[in-house]
């Protein structure tokens, strides 16, 4: 562990709005990193999730918070982090969701009569969560120093 975020908010193009290849998404980002492998896949079985796939029809959410994270920062649960996103679908349909100790998925119907496009909501779910994952203080604040000049001499450049 290399200590900084911890919570990610991740939007998976390929997924097509399907909870399955969000299940397989997941599988492959919780996966134990082969360290003999040529490239490093995995690894993130520590972390918080939430994965977000819009397809023709339906937005995929998939929210993991692994247990250890969950005992450490009890204050950030997935049901919170959850329906801020739902919430951001401003009343689109939940036809799917279903909870384990770990997982949340969700699977959000879209409606072009009403103006519920699953791209938009799905733009505006990324959005909420990343604000929420802001508002809990899980990522560092915006550095706006813009004072900050490199030192040349010690970056070895020579004018």
Known sequence: DLGGVKYFNVSLETCDGSLELL???????????????EERKGGAGNLGKLLLSAGDKTVAILCNIPKSLQEANPEV?????????????????????VETETV?????????EKGLFPLKMRDA????????????GLIPADDDDDDYVIDAEAAGIEW
């Not at 299940?23 to 492998?37: P, S, Y």
């Not at 949340?104 to 072009?112: D, H, V």
């Open 23 to 37: 299940d397989a998404a997941l599988e492959g980002f919780n996966a134990e990193v082969d360290e003999a492998a």
């Open 104 to 112: 949340i998925k969700l699977l959000i119907n879209g409606n072009s």
């Open 125 to 136: 779910a990324q959005d909420a969560g990343f604000k929420f994952v802001k508002e809990k």
């Open 77 to 97: 649960t997935m049901a919170d982090w959850v329906n801020k996103l739902v919430a951001a679908c401003e009343g689109a349909e939940v036809a799917e969701r």
